[in-house]
Every structure is written in C-alpha cells, then in structure tokens.
C-alpha cells in the first residue's frame, strides 16, 4: 500500500513537471511575458544606475531653441552654423540624428554642404524604411540628399522598439541602399566593424547624467568652447513639438538622440551579451524537480519563494556587467509549480487530522481503493473525556499511544483518525478478522501512559465486510457496529444490516425526545441503596426511562448519550431531578433523611444557571440539600473548566452530597480526589462484579475504600448481583451497596413499599 502511494506521487509529480515544461516552453518561445518582462527589467536597472561617460554631449533642439529662433524647420544654413561652431570648438565627430532627404532651397543646402565639406567629420542619419524591423524586406530607405552623402558620412538610427515606443534592441548595423552602415550607437562606440545582430541597451545609464545642451545657447555662443573639445556631439530633437520621441523605460518619452547615446554609452562598456530566457528557465525547471521531491509544503514554498527572489533579482548582478537574462519563463515555472503544490498541499490539508498528522476520514472516503476491502472502525469510547483532561498539547501523545497499537503487526497499516476517538482502516478481506480483532482488544487492556498519568481506554471494533454502498455509508455502518458492541459489553461487532432500517428513528431520536418528556412517555425509575452497616434501605438512585408508544422501551444509554453528545441535555436532566426531588420528599416522610442520587451531566457544569433551577427545586419541595446526591463521571468531572470547578464548590457549599461516579474507569490518582469537592466515590460496577474471581479487581475495591476513608470519604459499590460480594463487601468495610441483589430499579410505589420492610429486616 505504501508502495503504491509512493509510485504514484512520483508519477503525479513527473506529470505536474512535465505539463509545466511544455507550458514553459510555450510562454518562453511566443514571448507571452514581454510586458512583464520589460517592467521587472526597469525595476532592476533602478536598482543599478550609473552616470555617463561625459564624452557624448548632445546638442538639442528643444523648446527654448524654438522659441527664441523660430519654427521649425529652421533654415539648413543654421544646421550649417552649429556645424562650424562645433568644429571650431574642436569637437571630434558632429552626428546629426535628423533625416534630410528632401531638398531645401538651393541656396541654404549649399550652405550646409559647404560646412559638412570644412568639418569633415559628420555623420548624417539614414533609416531603413523598415523600420523597427532591420531584418525585413525594404523598399526604398530614407537616404540624405545627394549633396550631403558625397561629403558625409552615413549612419543608421534604425532600433527596434515595442508596443510602448520602447527600445529594447538596438542593431550594430543596418542594410542601407544595398550596404552595410554602423548605426549611431555603434560608431560613437568606436565599435563600427561590421557584425550582425541587436544588443540591449544598458538602461541603467541615468539620462540625466548625459551632457546636454541647447542647440540656441550654441547659436549664441553661451557655451563655452572647451563644453565639446574631443567630445562626440549628437544633435537631435528634444522636444514634443517636433516629434521624433521614444519611451525610455524607466525615464518616459525622451526624444531618439537620447537612445543613441544610451546605446553608444553600453558598447562603451563593452559588447553586452544577451543569454534570453533558456538559462533561468532550464534553473527554475531543475528548483522544480527538485521540489517536487520533497514532502512538505512550507518547505517547498520556502523554495520556491527563494528561488523566485533569485530569477527575479539575480540578473541584476549580471547586467551590472551587460550580461542580459529574460526572467518571465522562469518565472512562469516556478509560479506555476507553487500555486499547484499549494492548491494540493491545501486539499491535503482538508484531508488530514490537524492534531495528530493522520489521514482523516474526507481522505478515507475519497480512497476508491478501499471499496472492495473490509473496512474496520475502533471506536476509543472515552476518548473525548480522556481529552479533556489533558492539556492541549499531550492529545498527540493520547492519540500516538493508541496507533502505535492498532498498527502492531501492521507497521504500514494506514489509519484514518475521525472525531470523537474514531479509528478506521482498510483490511485484506482474505485475513482471519474475528483472530485480528481481538489480539487488537487484547492490546488496550492496559492502560496508556500521558503526561505522567496512566489512562484506561475503553475500545470496541466494528467490522463492515464489503458492499456497493459508499464508503460514506460503509463507515457509518462500522461505527455503529463499534458502539453497538459497546453497548452490549463485547470486543468487536460486525455491521448488521438491519440496523439500517432503524436509521431513520436515531435521526429523529433527539426531536421525539423533547416531547416525550410533555407527553408523560419518559418517566423514572428508582434502584435502591443499601447501607451495609444497618442493613437498611437508605436512598436510591433516579434513572431516566422512555416507553416509546410504538417501540417499546428505549435503552437509557441510547437516549441519554445522544442527548448529552448533541447537548439536549438540559431539558431531560430538569424533568428528572424535578421527580427524583420529589421523591425524595415523599420518601422522607415514610423514612427521615431518605436520601436520593441523580446522575449529572457534565454539560450542566458550564451552566451558571443550574443552581438557581436547583436551588428552586429543593425549596419547591422542601427536601434537604444534604438529601440529594449528585453522581458525575470521575472523567467528567476532571475535565473541568473553572468554571465547572466554581459549580461543584457552590454545588457543596448549597449542602448538596457530590458523588464520583464509575471510580476506576479514567483518571485515578490522589490529586484528582483531592482536587473534585466530592464527599462520596462510586466504584464502577466491572470491578465490583469480578473481586470475588479476580485478584487484581478485589485489590483495586479494597484499596479504594481504603483510601476513601483516610479522606474522610463515603464508598458506594454499584453491580452488586452476588451475595458473596455483598458479604465481601461488608467485610472490607464499604458504606453502601447498590446492585440486582438489593433491587432493580422500579417505580416510586414499589420503592415505596420495600421501606417498611427494609426498616425491620436490619439484621438481612
């Protein structure tokens, strides 16, 4: 089975791998993420910026130019003006970023021509009419006029830029006019032998760093000279006026002079290298694998949360040194692998135990591998008592106790742990079930050590052999079986199926009851209490009863465990210690000072208006607190809030007797007697019925009353049924006697007439 489990989280893991593969692939080669890309590529160069060299000033036409000269265009003679300001200034090469392939008057592009031949270093603009796309077909480029190309230079301002007008690919060279020219960006970089292929520019150059100057300020001689000495000058538009503007990721709309020089300014710093997205997606693919390899998922989302932190921000080290990593595949990848280890380790999560770390019963049903198995379910009947007597954090160590086990013989077994101390698992229909059940019985009859102290479980199997019904239903069948044979006293029950008829009267159980109680259908039953010393009947205990009009009589612990699970308590519990008040009452009349015992729940001891109803019934009644006695489970009683405890104090301080009821079946050690304000211990009825044939149940009887007195405590044995035991008892000195020998429980007029007769009969 855990063979099975294991080949196929491998085979998931392998599947989840190698969908996000190919989805990665797909993101990857179609560029899916290049908008995303683009901003976390301006969030890095943010984190890295740097000024310019200084030796690329640009002279622009900007707003003050056209305010103070005129409209544009201006006269070429004034282009011809800048030119020989700049040479005279002893600029090392002049770059017009400006397209002039149509002609002007002759007389002004004389001018110009004549300037362009005295400087001898110009570099005049070309585009290919292909635009953003060099790689293209063209059809006719945008040239310079003839008269300039014979004494200038050319230089290709072709870039590629996206959706936005962002640059993020610049050429080195361009096809103009059936030749290979250097763009702008490659020859102010020294770097203008012709290769092929775009570079990235380094957008971390900080614009604002790079020398500029009025193209006006130049005409007016308001710069000095020594301003573009040995300096490469581009002159180009810079302003919205004229147009030419492209996105500067990072900075906004700048005008194109300012992405040459950024361009020249990163081949200044070297040739970058652009690896693309294969590297970072072939390391997030790998941090992928690895993960999927690992079992827990904080672990892996603390790997993968790492790992994104480095794809995201380690290319920054990198492009520090122009080496340029797309992100967004690797990104992808990683995202992708997260939310779907998430989403599975969240499903998971529903379906395990959060106090144990076991499989919970969601994760039973869903196992479609158990339909054809026997399904077995171990009902730890006192589990919710147990638990909450110890503190929080030792339930795990209750609950590891119990399936180190249910798994002896089995180290694989897998259990599923619901609710309520309920343990279900998968068998081999083929074993022996009845031999495999009771060896497991056999291993919780000594009691389990937590926390320093020892607990008694009481446990029952029930076994559901296999049908076509859910595994829903199948599981509710083997828990019923588990209580059933709980209740009858044995080890384990198989499922009856007839119990399925009876499903619809339990659903409906709780609601009948309610008005049962108006109806007069549920009434109570008195069991007398002999004491021993006087041999006489000295009180009785009150048990609820229910005649059913069309089922007959239901058992009391059907009815009054459901109640008290579902916390309908409250109303029964008034009902009967209203009648067994009364009761007593009357009793007291026939014989002072009869006394009368209620079972309490231990729901009622976080109700902080239980001693005003109680207070009211014995004032209505005029009995006695001292007459009343209170029975509470000893692990009920111990699983007190403080707020329990502050009720059974005012319950003591009222005069009302509290009686630890079924003494021996939890937690039985000195500091609980001593803690619960108890005056009176009841031994349970399973080591009473066996001190006369079992040493150990004798010894456990005698020490109790031993201990009982020392603390200036009453006993009572209940399942008296024996005579032998009776007199064992009156040997070992215990105060009273409860059981079949002395009376069944019986209704008030019977009760009523045994009296006399126990008043005469003291030496019985």
Known sequence: MAWRRTHKGEQSSLKLLLWTAIAGLIFGLIGFGELAEDVLRSTRNSLHKHKASGDIVLVTFDDKSLKEVGRWPWPRSKYAEIVDKLSAAGTDRIFFDLVMDTPTTSKDDGILEEALKRSGNVTIAALPTSGTDTTGPTQQDLLPIERFARVAELGSISVRYNWQNAVWRIPYTSQIDGKTEPTFAAKLSGREHPQSGFFVPDYSVDVRSIPSVSAVDLLRDRVPAKTFAGKQVVIGVATEAIGDELFVPGMGR????????????????????????????????????????????????????????????????????????DVTPACFVLITIGIVLARRGFRQRGLVNAVSGLSNLTALRANRSGRDQTLIAARVMNYAEIAATLPQESERQLVDQIVAR????????????????????????????????????????????????????????????????????????????????????????????????????????????????????????????????????????????????????????????????????????????????????????????????????????????????????????????????????????????????????????????????????????????????ASEIKIDQSFVKGMVDNRSDRVMVQSTIGLAHSLGRKVVAEGVERREILDALIEMKCDVAQGFIIGRPMSLEAIAKRIPASRKQKSA
């Not at 693919?285 to 790997?303: G, S």
């Not at 009771?438 to 607990?455: I, Q, T, W, Y």
């Open 254 to 325: 700048m005008g194109g002079a300012f992405v040459h020089v950024i361009g020249a300014e990163t081949l200044k710093g070297g040739k970058p290298v652009d690896l693309g997205w294969i590297p970072l997606f072939l390391l997030a693919f790998a941090v992928a694998a690895f993960v999927t390899r690992q079992r827990e998922l904080p672990r892996q989302l603390l790997i993968i949360g790492c790992s994104a932190v480095v794809v995201l921000f380690g290319p920054t080290v990198a492009e520090a040194q122009q080496v340029y990593l």
């Open 406 to 677: 249910l798994k002896v013989g089995a180290p694989d077994r897998t259990l599923y742990q619901g609710d309520g101390g309920i343990f279900a698992w998968f068998e081999d229909s083929r074993q022996a079930i009845s031999n495999h059940v009771e060896a497991l019985h056999s291993l919780f009859r000594n009691p389990a050590r937590v926390s320093g102290l020892s607990v008694d479980l009481a446990v029952a199997f029930g076994v559901e052999i296999g049908s076509s019904r859910s595994l829903s239903n199948r599981l509710a069948s083997a828990v019923v079986a588990a209580e059933e044979a709980a209740h009858d006293g044995l080890k384990w029950k198989y499922h009856d199926p007839e119990t399925l008829q009876n499903a619809s009267w339990k659903l409906s159980m709780l609601s009948q009851l309610d008005s049962a109680v108006d109806k007069g259908e549920v009434w109570v039953a008195y069991q007398p209490k002999l004491n021993l010393a006087s041999r006489t009947i000295i009180g009785a205990e009150a048990l609820a009863r229910w005649t059913h009009p069309e089922k007959g009589p239901i058992a009391a612990s059907e009815f009054v465990a459901a109640a008290e699970q579902h916390d309908r308590i409250g109303k029964l519990s008034d009902f009967v210690l209203e009648q067994a008040i009364a009761a007593a009452a009357s009793l007291s009349l026939k014989q002072p000072g009869f006394g009368m015992a209620v079972n309490l729940s231990a729901r009622l001891l976080d109700d902080r208006g239980f001693i005003l109803r109680l207070s009211a019934m014995l004032a209505r009644h005029k009995l006695p607190p001292q007459q009343l006695t209170l029975e509470l489970t000893e692990t009920a009683a111990l699983a007190g809030s403080g707020t329990a405890v502050e009720i059974l104090s005012s319950l003591r301080d009222l005069g009302v007797t509290i009686s630890i009821d079924d003494y021996g079946t939890g937690l039985s050690t000195l500091d609980y007697l001593k803690k619960i304000p």
